[in-house]
């Protein structure tokens, strides 16, 4: 039952949830980024760092033209109404 429950979503989004390769690629660019730094000074300096490459992630994921997952399309799987987001500066 766990192993096909991406099967509730919407069909466009199935072939991007059965997939690990965008958690996958995120988790090398923070382990890229980490070790560029080596050591760091404290655990804030770690949190801030990677907080930073998520909210990038996050922006990227957004506003990219064919976009991970669209709000428009996450409403018939949503108990709360739908949201728009502006369209992004060109």
């Known amino acids: 039952e766990d192993v096909l429950a991406f099967m509730d979503f919407p069909r466009e989004h199935r072939a991007k949830l059965h997939s690990t390769n965008p958690i996958e690629r995120l988790n090398g660019e923070i382990k890229r980024r980490t ?3 080596g050591i760091f000074p404290n655990q804030a300096a770690v949190v801030r760092l990677v907080g930073a490459l998520l909210l990038e992630q996050s922006d ?3 506003t990219q033209r064919s976009r ?4 428009e399309t996450m409403t018939a799987v949503s108990d709360t109404p739908a949201v728009s987001l502006p369209v992004a500066a060109v």
């Not at 991970?68 to 709000?71: D, V």
């Open 35 to 37: 070790d560029v730094v």
């Open 60 to 62: 990227e994921w957004a």
């Open 68 to 71: 991970y997952m669209t709000l």
